[in-house]
């Protein structure tokens, strides 16, 4: 096995030269390195001063980027004295041998830098294996963040001009108007709700949100059905308050028609149980993925749903819910910074993974405070951010449940409070609290 510490780090001499080297001979080139590279991507300390006089000068008016002013600054800095300066620059533009390759050596610079950082992070992450004052829950949280902070950093930022986004719209559109439900996104098959919000596009982050007891879990479960045995989408349930026998309890109740409480005790008649073995059977036929871990991160969602090879042909992730996660990077920040964060990458890896992410959250007690006790966003509990990164907020609320004696028992109002994309507007639905299930009824009000 070969001595990992006489390992070389992975770089590119020649890489690194050829590209700050285009630069010196097209200064104009120093915006496209600048969008793809940053001063930690190159791995000689000269070639990190060096970048970073190169940007000192961009951003100073009436001073280009060529040898002589980069060495007049370089020097002006204290980097290094003027001869050694020079001989350096000059060695950079003499070893670069086209600027028309320059995609191609920052590409190498960025792969090698990203190699660097993973063993970087496999060193952190060893070192804190070792570190028995440390819980290894507490040690797996941290590698997974520096992973996927490893991973974040693939992203592609640049600009796209106009034109290829116009090709690429036109293209979309064509094949939108040959086969419209094939390009509606992901359905809730609530016709209320879906002729609103046209699907669930890939991408978007969708948020949830009711007080305790209005029945979010039941809806997202309803809708994880609905998705997988109507629409044949793969759905991902991630539950981080019941188990996954809990959440199959719930899913045949609502489709075999049989009283959560006698799931619960087991006493079913014999017509029960033939309608139990139904919904097994049709349920079996779904593809559908229940992960009932209490306690879990973005990141750890994130790499088990990587595995989920039918997801990227389209599909559903439903994360039940928001405030059970953690994120060890930003929880010593305090908890609302611990949310935001936790909001922020929910909506980064939704994006990155092109499905859509449904995500429960609970709403503020201050919201039983008020007269009506109708939610809106600002009830969204611990964190602003979270209305901002959700593409579309849908929030539960039933009349009886705080007025047993009011005339519209077992109704349910979806407020879609958000929408990027579309309107808004409330959805009546029925509800059945002794089959945990969510129907449609006529009387669907317009959209806002």
């Not at 982050?205 to 305790?212: D, F, K, N, S, W």
């Not at 991630?238 to 899913?251: N, Q, T």
């Not at 993925?289 to 969602?301: K, L, M």
């Amino acid at each position: 096995m070969p001595n990992e510490l006489n390992r070389q780090m992975p770089f590119s001499l020649q890489a690194e030269q050829s590209v700050l080297g285009s630069v010196l001979i097209d200064p104009e080139k120093f915006n496209e390195v600048a969008t793809a590279l940053s001063e930690s991507d190159f791995y000689l300390d000269i070639h990190k001063r060096i970048f970073n006089a190169m940007a000192t000068l961009s951003l100073s008016q009436n001073r280009q980027i060529d040898p002589v002013t980069l060495t007049n600054a370089m020097v002006e800095r204290g980097d290094m004295d003027e001869a050694a300066c020079r001989s350096n620059i000059m060695a950079i533009v003499n070893t670069t041998p086209t600027t028309a390759n320059l995609r191609d050596y920052v590409n190498i610079v960025k792969e090698k830098s990203l190699r660097r950082q993973l063993i970087d992070a496999s060193s952190e992450i060893s070192e804190m294996a070792f570190n028995d004052a440390e819980t290894v829950n507490t040690a797996m949280e941290r590698a997974e963040q520096l992973i996927y902070g490893i991973s974040n950093d693939q992203n592609d930022n640049e600009l796209v001009h106009i034109q290829k986004l116009l090709y690429a719209t036109h293209d979309s559109l064509i094949e939108l108007s040959r086969d419209p439900e094939k390009y509606k996104g992901v359905q809730t098959h609530f016709s209320g709700l879906d002729n609103i919000l046209v699907g669930m596009s890939k991408g978007e982050l969708i948020i949830v949100g009711a007080r305790p007891g209005m029945g979010k879990t039941s809806f997202v479960l309803n809708i994880a059905e609905n998705a997988a045995f109507k629409g044949k989408k793969t759905v991902c349930v991630f539950s981080l308050e019941m188990s996954g026998e809990e959440l199959v309890k719930r899913m045949l109740s609502t489709e075999a028609v049989i009283d959560s409480t006698s799931l619960r005790t087991g006493k079913l008649t014999q017509e029960e149980w033939a309608r139990l073995g139904l919904a097994c059977s049709k349920l079996a036929e779904c593809n559908i993925y229940i992960d009932g871990t209490t306690e879990t991160t973005v990141a750890r969602i994130k790499t088990k749903l990587k595995r989920i090879k039918e997801l990227s042909a389209g599909g559903l992730v439903i994360i039940d819910y928001l405030q059970l996660m953690n994120d060890p990077t930003s929880a010593k920040n305090g908890r609302t910074a611990e949310v935001s964060s936790i909001s922020r990458n929910l909506k980064l890896m939704a994006k990155e993974l092109g499905v859509p992410v449904i995500c429960c959250s609970q709403l503020n007690r201050d919201l039983e405070k008020t007269k009506e006790k109708v939610p809106t966003m600002a009830d969204l509990r611990e964190s602003g951010s979270i209305e901002q990164d959700a593409d579309v907020v849908l929030l539960l609320y039933r009349p009886d449940y705080y007025d047993q004696k009011q005339d519209q028992q077992n109704r349910a109002q979806v407020i879609i409070a958000k929408n990027r994309h579309g309107g808004t507007g409330t959805v009546e639905m029925a509800w059945d609290p002794a089959h945990t299930k969510f129907s449609e009824l006529s009387n669907i009000e317009e959209p806002g």
